[in-house]
């Protein structure tokens, strides 16, 4: 959990070239033919 939408935007940024193993290695545990589905939840107040 971060402390904005813009600090989660940031967080997209700090990807690196390592660790794109680590995310093929996740992905391949998904079942379906669409890719998995993302979704965030924002709390306000």
Same mark, same amino acid.
Request: aromatic fraction near 12%.
């Given at each position: 959990?971060? &402390?904005?939408?813009?600090?989660?935007?940031?967080?997209h940024?700090?990807? +690196?070239?390592?660790?794109?193993? *680590?995310? &093929?290695?996740?992905?391949?545990?998904?079942?379906?033919?669409?890719?998995? +589905?993302?979704?965030?939840?924002? *709390?306000?107040?």
């Amino acid at each position: 959990m971060v &402390e904005s939408w813009f600090a989660h935007l940031r967080q997209h940024g700090w990807t +690196t070239g390592e660790d794109s193993p *680590v995310f &093929e290695r996740a992905r391949q545990f998904h079942l379906g033919p669409a890719p998995p +589905t993302v979704s965030h939840q924002i *709390v306000t107040g």
